[in-house]
């Protein structure tokens, strides 16, 4: 997994806030071996609030991600944007068992975001993926033809068509 460059040494800094840029690719996805993006853009701003006891973590994405729409399957952009805090606290052994605190022991100088960068991109993305040409109507697909064309035909509600057993029915609801 590329975590490496996801490592903050935080035994060097001083007190107070610092801060880290990060730009996120498919080849972090990869590394996770996570292949629902086509294409990956997005830019990760990271503040590490240092204080004696604890680290602040906020995490600021924001960017594009390339996915396939669940429709058509046209690829599209989906633009994200997401946001994450996070507080890192000190303790007899590790403990990730909360998503927003994370348990590291006394003697850690660095600690890895990565994993928490990959989930808060990957639930930005919205559950249904719906190409913007679809719900505007402007995309022309072959999905879509076929699809229009397979769609159930309305019927009319005929008097003459109906079943004599509903009919009876409905004089009930009439009837009062």
């Known amino acids: 997994m590329k975590k490496k460059e996801f490592s903050i040494p935080f035994s060097g800094l001083k007190q107070g806030k610092h801060k880290f840029d990060y730009v996120v690719n498919n ?19 990271v503040s590490l609030n240092k204080l004696s006891t604890m ?11 390339n996915i396939d729409c669940d429709i058509t399957s046209e690829p599209y952009d989906q633009e994200i944007i997401s946001y994450l805090e996070l507080v890192v606290k000190f303790g007899d052994e590790y403990n990730d068992d909360n998503d927003e605190i ?44 076929r699809l229009e064309a ?5 019927r009319k509600e005929n008097e003459d068509n109906t079943d004599p057993r509903w009919d009876a029915l409905k004089k009930l609801i009439t009837d009062k």
């Not at 080849?27 to 701003?45: K, P, R």
């Not at 680290?55 to 991600?65: D, I, M, Q, S, W």
């Not at 590291?104 to 991109?121: C, F, K, S």
């Open 102 to 145: 994370l348990i590291i022991p006394h003697g850690e100088h660095q600690v890895n975001i990565a994993q928490y960068v990959y989930e808060m991109l990957v639930l930005a993305v919205p559950q249904k993926r719906i190409h913007p040409g679809v719900e505007d109507g402007t995309l022309d697909s072959e999905a879509l033809k």
């Open 27 to 45: 080849e972090f996805f990869e590394s996770f071996e996570y292949t629902e993006f086509n294409d990956v853009d997005v830019n990760v701003h």
């Open 55 to 65: 680290l602040e973590f906020e995490l600021e994405a924001k960017g594009t991600v």
């Open 150 to 154: 397979l769609q159930p035909k309305e």
